[in-house]
């Protein structure tokens, strides 16, 4: 393996490791949401969170 698919390769581990990580934090912040009467306000956040997840993976 070279030097730049190492670079490749690294960069897909820390993007998966960083997708997996939101992804978590996201289902953990919905599933407190869900536990609330009032889950409106507690969705915004993970909303938003999602809505970066889309527009930036590792942002």
């Not at 730049?4 to 934090?25: I, P, Q």
Request: aromatic share 6%.
């Amino acid at each position: 393996m070279n030097a730049a698919n190492y670079a490749g390769a690294n960069d897909k581990y820390t993007l998966g490791t960083e997708l997996r990580n939101k992804s978590c934090e996201i289902v953990s912040q919905i599933i407190r949401a869900n536990a609330e009467r009032d889950k409106a306000p507690k969705l915004a956040e993970p909303c938003g969170k999602l809505d970066e997840l889309f527009v930036h993976p590792s942002g």
